[in-house]
């Protein structure tokens, strides 16, 4: 779910800095119930989204110690995404795993068709 690049320009430009913060957190908080819930297809989506707004955000040429960028909202917003890119690197493990096993199950298939007559 993302506006075209007319329409997001537009929305963020009525939006204050510490209202976009407000929007990151809340996307950031769904992301990682989509990564609990393994809902990466929503996940990703919800990433484009997030995305959009942060290259908007820091594109403003905002300085990261001025008043607009709390820092307490700044460092849940990196605590969220760390939690997220941990599930996702659980996730990745998890199919890498199931990867090997299924390579070596068909190696042991192929062993086994070399005894058959």
Same mark, same amino acid.
């Given at each position: 779910?993302?506006?075209?690049?007319?329409?997001? #320009?537009?929305?963020?430009?009525?939006?204050?800095? +510490? !209202?976009?913060?407000?929007?990151?957190? $809340?996307?950031?908080? &769904?992301?990682?119930?989509? $990564?609990?819930?393994?809902?990466?297809?929503?996940? $990703?989506?919800?990433?484009?989204? #997030?995305?959009?707004?942060?290259?908007?955000?820091?594109?403003?040429?905002?300085? @990261? !110690?001025?008043?607009?960028?709390?820092?307490?909202?700044? +460092?849940? @917003?990196?605590?969220?995404?760390? &939690?997220?890119?941990?599930?996702?690197?659980? +996730? #990745? !493990? #998890?199919f890498s795993q199931g990867v090997k096993e299924l390579q070596r199950g068909s190696h042991?298939?192929?062993?086994?068709?070399?005894?058959?007559?």
């Amino acid at each position: 779910m993302t506006l075209s690049t007319v329409t997001e #320009r537009s929305v963020f430009e009525t939006q204050g800095i +510490e !209202d976009i913060l407000d929007t990151l957190l $809340a996307i950031s908080q &769904k992301m990682l119930l989509k $990564a609990q819930e393994s809902a990466w297809q929503e996940l $990703a989506e919800l990433q484009l989204e #997030r995305d959009e707004m942060l290259r908007y955000i820091f594109s403003q040429e905002q300085r @990261l !110690d001025t008043p607009s960028f709390p820092p307490q909202r700044l +460092e849940h @917003l990196l605590l969220l995404n760390e &939690k997220i890119v941990t599930l996702c690197q659980q +996730e #990745r !493990d #998890r199919f890498s795993q199931g990867v090997k096993e299924l390579q070596r199950g068909s190696h042991a298939c192929d062993i086994y068709r070399g005894y058959i007559f």
